[in-house]
């Protein structure tokens, strides 16, 4: 079934926003399905079918709790990063497991700016937008995992889809998204104050998520000069910060290390190549994937 697992993490990452919580969701549905007799499975048409259904209900009731966790959480709570499958890095993962970067497929439906306007949905909603217009999933399907009727899931995703920006004509493709990722990358590195500005829209907003393990702004720092500023302050105070581009659930990218560890991810929006939102990840259980044994 490892077409149905690649399927199933890549449907649970999109719904929960965590690879770590998909990956367990993903081991309790298999555990459901081996738990029953042989003669239950066999009378069972679609095990692929059977799996989604009861991975989207698992992420639908998580969903629904993770609201309540996340009141208590602190600071912004931020969708876990990813880094392009040749950048995870060894020994992240226990010894003898499969490498789930090869699981999730980095396309524009894991950006960053799409999971966080996901996380806006109701669970509901975000159930029915990811599995009908993400996997095209039948609203009769879509029921199936959600509990409610066909037409009911229908208004779901329509009622997801209004919460989705509009389409953005000057949004870069991702060569021209490099460029303006690696202009703000330099103007850092000089703390070029002005250069920063330059690089970011009037409205910027930057947002940092430490989860109350490590430090880091617990409100959104907005405005092209204050979020050039608070920039610049951090590397006065981190000596020896390193800032590198990397691939960031399949957008350009960057990563702070310090004395060799990954300390924070950045990811980025773009649009009219100018920067309006930095998603800056720095909670140390969100950055497996990006850091070494």
């Given amino acids: 079934m490892t077409s149905e697992r690649r399927q199933l993490i890549n449907v649970a990452y999109r719904l929960l926003g965590s690879l770590a919580d998909a990956e367990d969701v993903v081991q309790e549905a298999y555990a459901r399905w ?22 989207g209900r698992i992420c639908l009731d998580l969903l629904r709790s993770a609201r309540a966790r996340r009141e208590s959480y ?4 931020v969708p876990e990063p990813l880094p392009d499958r040749t950048e995870w890095k060894a020994g992240a993962r226990d010894a003898g497991t499969v490498d789930p970067a ?31 217009d993400v996997f095209r999933y039948s609203f009769a ?69 430490g989860g109350g393990i490590v430090r880091a702004a617990l409100h959104p720092v907005r405005g092209s000069e204050e979020v ?8 006065d105070l981190t000596p020896g910060l390193e800032v590198l581009e990397r691939t960031v659930n399949g957008q350009p990218g960057l990563v702070l290390r ?36």
């Fill in 102 to 132: 090869d699981h999730i497929t980095l396309d524009e439906s894991v950006t960053m700016a799409l999971l966080v306007v996901l996380e806006s949905m109701t669970p509901a909603e975000r159930v029915a937008f990811i599995l009908h």
């Fill in 141 to 209: 399907e879509v029921a199936d995992v959600v509990g409610r009727t066909p037409a009911a899931c229908r208004q779901l995703a329509t009622s997801a889809r209004r919460r989705i920006p509009g389409p953005r004509s000057a949004a870069p493709m991702k060569p021209q998204q490099a460029t303006v990722i690696r202009q703000f990358k330099q103007a850092w590195d000089a703390k070029d104050i002005d250069a920063l500005i330059g690089l970011l829209s009037p409205g910027v907003t930057a947002v940092a998520d």
């Fill in 258 to 293: 310090l004395d060799g560890a990954t300390s924070s991810v950045l990811a980025f929006d773009v649009v009219d190549d100018r920067i309006e939102h930095i998603w800056a990840v720095r909670n140390p259980d969100k950055l497996r994937p990006w850091t070494t044994s």
């Fill in 228 to 235: 050039a500023r608070y920039l610049v302050t951090i590397l």
């Fill in 34 to 55: 081996y738990a029953m007799s042989a003669p239950q499975r066999d009378r069972i048409k679609s095990p692929g079918a059977w799996l989604t259904t009861v991975t």
């Fill in 74 to 77: 602190v600071g912004a709570w």
